[in-house]
Structure formats: structure tokens, C-alpha cells
């Protein structure tokens, strides 16, 4: 079979491609939990709870919407606990322990929820990985598009993120699936069914994070730059026709957006106000409107913008690998390409309008207030990862094209399988913890101290004799390390950092048999400063490193001298 028999058969390529990215996405998947995701499997089994009783006005928690997430909890509460409904014990605070321990009283834990919504949550994603393939394949040919879908799925910060129980892998993908159906829309086959697609993912979008509100500007300038395409026709021609796109695109995002979302149909008014409010308001003003009380554009403040947008660039750098800056290198050359064939042009339009795409979701969270963290540009991760696969597929095709020799002896599809590999080496040596990747080159990770380690220490003292009976008292505990402690959990809140005489801590350490500090996170903190440096006179009995930086320290309270609490107190 010739390289060309292969590609030919499309499913042979599709489950070569499932082979390629489905076992990063699952293997360990239950490994580590991060500090977000107990909030959202306390608010996926709340909507799991409101649907099941009909309370449909009680299916929003928060101004992301979330409501794709809450929808996969909810799959998972039907695969895992479906009797969770009929204990009529109504909804819990995302913010205390109670749910946990309701699990627990009915022979049930928490991580085993995480791990079959993970598992549903990643079929999704695969789901999209194999459609955006499909779609990128009508825009860029068949190796082109398996390069890409491949290196974006398994480039490292994209696959930390996406086997977590959040929103951002959902995100990413519902924007790059909106935008390529669109493109094969307006550029390749005027079929319905892909400008629904676009329209649809656009409504799934929403659903998972109002930031996706960028995608109407770009999906705009697209139908703008298509103008100008239909010279023949006169300009009220090609206004109307892009009118009637738009409408048609948003006709079935707001279709999905609604016909997904029971609160929708009880509270539309409340609904728009909890997410779009709040997102503006926290964007602007750093704080939700339960907090600010209104939107005030005097204090809106967009002069930070270039210095946020910087820093997040600078994160895309750290967090990236070699192998997809190298791509993005060689997509330039595909740019800058005289070749105007006109089944060359899709790609150099795709490959603008995704740095479009990429620098949409930079400038909006550069200007934002109260939000720095790298995963909020994931998109942007994924749409230069699949500018990159573009740049690396036509670089190797042009090699074979140019030495034909070569196709005989199968040495580019070797070198595919070498760049997919060494994409996937890249991320191996940090698991489970994918989304700490450091580049070597730029140094120092852009994201860590999520809650990673903490397992390891709930793991290491639940091997104790006797585990059951015993209390740890753990700073944010909560789901990262009490998810794996078979024990009881209480957890040291920041907030009693900031007490005089630490009163709250001091009761807490009295109570427990253990104390457990995440110091790769307080180090950082000044309000943790002075804690540390009184503990720092105690021997910790563990301390968990991870690639030789200290993460957590375990502490056996009897061991704790009362001199301790001495200066605690002062």
C-alpha cells in the first residue's frame, strides 16, 4: 500500500488519528484535581438536581454560563449516581465540604464522579478533534489537517487542561470548530449544513464562556473580507447576502444557546443579566456586580491592555513547544507563498484568520481586570498550534512533491510520525501535570501551583495505619487532596492567614493529626509569609517535590512543639 492508498481512505486516517491523540486524554485521567474542579462538581451536581426536579431557574452558579460543563457532570451523576436525585438533600454551597461527605454517607466518592465526568468530557473532545479534522481537511488536504488536529491535541498545556473538569478545552474547541465550518462555508461548499455547524458551536460557545462573544467579531470581518469576493455582484447584493449569513449563523446559536439551557425558558432576563453582567463587570472592574452593584464605564480601564497582552504572549511562550513555534516559522513561508491556486488560498486565509482568532482572545483577556492566568487564551493556544500543523504539513509535502524519491521510501510520512512524536515526548515527562510544561528554551512554567501535589500527600498518609480515623487539616484541601484522603479533610482557608494571632489556624491544627501546607502556592503569598517562616523552625515529616521543586509539607501535629503556637499567638 503507497502513501497515497493511504491517504485516500479517510477512515483509515480518522482511526489512525484516534490512535494518535485518545490515549494522552485518558490514560491517568483521575490522577490529580485541581482547585477549581470541586466548584464546578458541586454545580454540575446542583444542575443535575434543579433538571431533575423541574427547579430550571437554579441552573446557573456563575457568569461563565458553564452550562456545557454542568451538562457533563450531570452525564457523569447519570453514569456514576443517578439515585443522587432522589435523596432530597436540595443544593449544595460549591464553597464547604458538605457534599463530599453526603457522597461519602452514601458509599460513594467524589473522584470517581470526576473520573466518569473526565471520561465523558474527553469523548466530547475527541468527537470535535475528529470534525475539526474533517472540516480543515476541506480547507488544507488530508495530512495538513492530521498534523494540525494531532499537534494541537497533544501539545502539552492544551492537554493539561482539557483532561481537567473545567471549561476552557470545551471552549477551545467549540470556537475552532465554529470558525473552520464557516470558512469551508464561505470558501469551499456553500452547504447549509456547515454554516449550521458554525452557528451551532457558536451557541455551544456561549454556553461554556461568554469570552467566546469574540468569535461574532471575527465570523463579521469574515463575511466583510467575503464582500469583496463577490465582485460581480452588485453591492446591495452582497450586503443583503451577508446579512442573511449572519442572521442564519446567529438564528442557530441562539436556538442551541436556549433550547440547552432550561433556566432559558423559566428566566431569560435573569439569565443574560448573571452572565453578561457579571462578565463585563469583572472584565472592567475587577469584581462581579454583586460586589461592584452596576457597570460603571468611567471605571472601565483599557490602558493596561498592551502590558496584559505582553504577559500573556510571554505565556504562550513558556507554555509552548519548540515544535509548534517551529511550525509557526514555516507557516510564514505559506503566507508569503506566491502560489495563488485557488485551492491554495483557503489555507492562507485560514492561517490569517486563526492569528486573528489567536490575537481576539490575547487582547480581550490583556485588557481584562482581575484575570491573568495563562488557560483563560487557550483558544489562542489552539489556533497558533493548528497554524503551526498547517506550516509543518505543506513544509513536509512540499518535500515530497520536490523530491519524489523520497514518497518511495515512506520518509515523510516517517517524518510525521517523528514531529507527532516528538510533540507527545514534549509532554510525557510532566505527567500527570501536563499543564506546567516548561519550555526549554524560554524557561519556567506559566502555569502551576493548581492544586498538583496535593494528591501525592493525601496518598502518602492515607498508607498510614489507621488513616480512616485520622483528621488532616490542609491548606485548600478542598477536592485536591481530600478527594484522595480516605480520612476526614478541614482545610486552612486564606483567609485565616490574615487574622491576628492565627485563632482560626491554631484551633485547626489542635483538632487534626496532620497539617499539610502547599508551599509552592504560599511562597508566593505575602499574607502566607509570616506562617511560614514560624513553621519553618518545624521539620516537616514528608515534603513532596516535584521535578526537585518543593510542592507540598506534611507536618505531624504532635510533633509540633507548643513554642509554635506560642509565636502564632503573638
Excluded: C
Excluded at 234 to 257: D, G, Q
Excluded at 555 to 569: D, F, K, T, W
Amino acid at each position: 500500500m503507497t502513501f497515497d492508498h493511504v491517504r485516500k481512505n479517510q477512515w483509515l486516517v480518522i482511526l489512525l488519528l484516534l490512535a494518535v491523540i485518545v490515549p494522552a486524554h485518558i490514560i491517568g485521567i483521575d490522577r490529580v484535581v485541581t482547585f477549581d474542579e470541586p466548584w464546578w462538581v458541586i454545580s454540575g451536581s446542583n444542575y443535575y438536581y434543579a433538571l431533575t426536579h423541574g427547579d430550571y431557574e437554579n441552573t446557573i452558579y456563575d457568569y461563565h454560563p458553564a452550562v456545557t460543563t454542568t451538562w457533563v457532570v450531570t452525564a457523569g451523576m447519570l453514569a456514576y449516581f443517578p439515585e443522587y436525585r432522589g435523596f432530597g438533600e436540595g443544593y449544595f454551597d460549591v464553597r464547604k465540604p458538605k457534599f463530599e461527605e453526603f457522597m461519602r454517607e452514601h458509599g460513594k466518592e467524589a473522584i470517581d464522579l470526576v473520573r466518569d465526568s473526565r471520561l465523558i468530557q474527553t469523548a466530547l473532545l475527541v468527537g470535535l478533534a475528529v470534525l475539526g479534522f474533517i472540516l480543515l481537511r476541506t480547507l488544507a488536504g488530508q495530512w495538513q489537517a492530521f498534523i494540525a488536529v494531532t499537534l494541537a491535541m497533544n501539545a502539552p498545556f492544551f492537554l493539561g487542561h482539557s483532561r481537567l473538569l473545567n471549561h476552557e478545552g470545551m471552549l477551545a474547541m467549540f470556537v475552532l470548530i465554529s470558525f473552520l465550518s464557516m470558512q469551508v462555508y464561505l470558501n469551499k461548499e456553500r452547504k447549509l449544513i456547515y454554516l449550521m455547524i458554525s452557528g451551532a458551536a457558536f451557541g455551544f460557545a456561549q454556553l461554556t464562556k461568554s469570552p467566546s462573544i469574540v468569535l461574532a467579531g471575527l465570523v463579521g470581518l469574515m463575511l466583510f473580507v467575503r464582500l469583496f469576493q463577490l465582485g460581480d455582484r452588485s453591492t446591495a447584493f452582497r450586503i443583503w447576502e451577508a446579512i442573511k449569513i449572519f442572521a442564519v449563523w446567529m438564528t442557530v446559536a441562539a436556538l442551541v444557546y436556549v433550547a440547552l439551557w432550561p433556566g432559558m425558558w423559566v428566566a431569560p432576563g435573569k439569565m443574560f443579566y448573571e452572565v453578561y453582567g457579571n462578565a463585563f463587570s469583572y472584565a472592567f472592574q475587577g469584581a462581579r456586580l454583586d460586589v461592584t452593584q452596576k457597570l460603571q464605564p468611567s471605571s472601565f480601564n483599557l490602558a493596561a491592555g498592551f502590558s496584559g497582552s505582553i504577559a500573556y504572549l510571554k505565556n504562550w511562550l513558556a507554555s509552548s513547544t519548540i515544535i509548534s513555534w517551529l511550525g509557526l516559522i514555516l507557516a510564514l513561508f505559506v503566507i508569503a507563498s506566491k502560489d495563488e491556486r485557488k485551492m491554495v488560498r483557503p489555507v492562507k486565509s485560514t492561517i490569517a484568520y486563526l492569528v486573528v482568532l489567536a490575537a481576539l482572545f490575547i487582547l480581550m483577556f490583556g485588557v481584562a481586570q482581575g484575570r491573568n492566568s495563562p488557560h483563560y487564551i487557550l483558544s489562542s493556544f489552539v489556533a497558533l498550534d493548528v497554524i503551526a500543523g498547517i506550516g509543518w504539513g505543506s513544509f513536509l509535502l512540499w518535500v515530497r512533491d520536490r523530491w519524489a524519491v523520497l514518497d518511495r521510501f515512506y520518509l515523510v510520512p516517517a517524518a510525521m510520525g517523528m514531529l507527532i512524536f516528538m510533540q507527545v515526548q514534549s509532554a510525557l515527562p510532566y505527567y500527570p501535570y501536563y499543564f506546567t510544561y516548561q519550555n526549554p528554551v524560554v524557561g519556567g512554567s506559566s502555569a502551576y501551583g493548581y492544586g498538583e501535589g496535593l494528591e501525592q500527600a493525601a496518598i502518602y498518609l492515607s498508607q498510614k495505619s489507621g488513616a480512616r480515623e485520622t483528621k488532616v487539616y490542609a491548606y485548600a484541601g478542598m477536592g485536591s487532596f481530600s478527594y484522595f484522603y480516605p480520612g476526614e479533610t478541614t482545610v486552612l482557608k486564606k483567609v485565616y492567614l490574615g487574622e491576628k494571632g492565627y485563632p482560626s489556624i491554631i484551633q485547626g491544627m489542635r483538632d487534626s493529626d496532620y497539617l499539610v501546607l502547599y508551599s509552592v502556592l504560599q511562597d508566593r503569598q505575602p499574607e502566607s509569609e509570616d506562617f511560614l517562616a514560624i513553621m519553618a523552625s518545624v521539620q516537616p515529616e514528608k515534603t513532596i517535590l516535584i521535578r526537585g521543586v518543593e510542592y507540598v509539607r506534611i507536618y505531624r501535629i504532635s510533633e509540633i512543639p507548643e513554642s509554635v503556637y506560642e509565636r502564632l499567638a503573638r
